[in-house]
């Protein structure tokens, strides 16, 4: 089971913002009974959702005052909504933020910070959140991560929470994070949404940095479909409710516990691709410099033919080789090797000799699979996650809307 860090409390409501009337939360709260300092990664789309925009500005405002939660709701975007989507943006920070004053709690709606997803365009049904709130808030502390987890899904097949606990020269604290998303994932920062909590004590800053190093290791290595969402937001609050403070030598540690919870978020983002069976480890060595090293594994695993073959348990090498040529990076074609599952594929600007058909008939059947490919000999390297693209990535997203 997952713990939650000392000084959290979570909520979940069922709003019915999906209009169909499914028994399931589609509104959620973190809230933090202290003040906590605020990190977050958002998309890089240029439509970018109000919930994303007002976000921001509340984190670059928080200052000492700090965050006191996030509020989640799936089914409805809010994005791409005009000047009304922003102010019903504003005016759900308002109702919660007026329910937990009537739960004896003073908190601004400026300290909450939104996090919509779901279909675009469509405006906030207001009506039902107002119905909703009320029920939200009186659930604090009564819903576990897995049930917050939950009450974030729209096309997840399961919910997505991890955590850790870190000893420190203080004592221990924990850190524990949820995240949704199983389609337009294709990130330059996060995926869909995503939160984690540590009660920790962290000096903004340094939150902030790590936050950011920890996003670029993980979630920005991720590949579901070549499409990166209006939406996408990854919020951390730190509030200090351990008594613990992280001393400057120990920076590292906690960043290194923050990466590995983000890392299995962001593997279970691709395992649950829309309709995806695998999961391609994609690893680029022997560039020139990183950034030619990423290129090639963002064109090999965004490659619709690579994805099918790896869908159809098909070592089609010729796939992966064309995509690598295609890449824009320069590098010596009779120097490329590739490597599927531990048996290499190509090299010397051809196929090997081996029965590689026979050899990766048992391999290609599990889910993670290893493909390393060398472009030579230079220091730059890459790692990318990626799915397979299969009948029902198509069948999901034909009928979104409806």
């Known amino acids: 089971m997952s713990h939650i860090p000392q000084g959290f409390r979570l909520g979940a409501a069922n709003a019915d913002f999906r209009g169909k009337h499914l028994e399931r939360n589609d509104l959620s709260l973190v809230f933090s009974d202290i003040p906590a300092t605020a990190a977050g990664v ?22 000492e005052a700090g965050v006191r939660g996030v509020l989640f709701n799936s089914g409805q975007a809010n994005a791409c909504t005009g000047e009304q989507g922003r102010e019903n943006c504003l005016r759900t920070l308002d109702m919660v933020s007026e329910e937990l004053g009537k739960a004896g709690e003073k908190v601004s709606p400026e300290s909450l910070l939104p996090a919509s997803t779901g279909v675009i365009g469509a405006q906030m049904p207001m009506d039902k959140w107002a119905a909703a709130v009320p029920a939200l808030v009186a659930s604090l502390g009564h819903v576990d991560l897995e049930g917050l987890a939950r009450a974030m899904m729209t096309t997840d ?76 937001s990854l919020y951390g609050l730190a509030n200090g409710a351990s008594g613990v403070a992280v001393e ?54 965004h490659s619709q033919l690579v994805k099918t073959a790896m869908f159809g348990r098909d070592p089609n090498w010729g796939r992966i080789v064309a995509a690598a040529g295609r890449a824009g990076v320069a590098f010596d074609p009779m120097a490329l090797r590739v490597t599927l599952c531990g048996v290499e594929l190509f090299r010397d600007g051809r196929p090997t000799d081996l029965d590689f058909d026979a050899l990766l008939e048992e391999p290609l059947k599990a889910v993670d699979l290893p493909l390393e490919v060398s472009l030579g000999n230079g220091p730059g390297e890459s790692r990318l996650l990626a799915s397979d693209l299969s009948h029902g990535y198509v069948s999901l997203n034909s009928d979104y809307r409806s």
Not at 161 to 179: E, F, I, N
Not at 183 to 202: Q, W
Not at 268 to 285: N, P, Y
């Open 42 to 63: 958002f998309t890089t789309n240029l439509f970018r959702a109000a919930p994303v925009l007002v976000s921001e500005e509340h984190i670059a405002s928080s200052g």
């Open 157 to 232: 097949a399961f919910p997505k929470m991890a955590d850790r606990s870190l000893t420190l020269k203080g004592g221990t604290v924990l850190l524990a994070g949820v995240a949704k998303g199983a389609g337009m994932i294709c990130p330059n920062m996060a995926t869909m949404l995503s939160l984690v909590m540590c009660d920790a004590k962290v000096e903004p800053s340094a939150w902030r940095a790590m936050f950011r190093r920890a996003a670029d290791a993980t979630f920005n290595r991720v590949s579901v479909d070549g499409d990166t969402s209006t939406n996408d």
């Open 248 to 301: 400057p030598e120990e920076i590292p540690l906690l960043e290194a516990s923050l990466t590995e919870v983000l890392g299995e978020l962001a593997y279970m983002l691709v395992k649950d691709g829309e309709g995806a069976t695998k999961v391609m480890h994609i690893h680029v060595t022997g560039a020139s410099c990183d950034a030619d090293a990423e290129k090639v594994a963002r064109t090999i695993g």
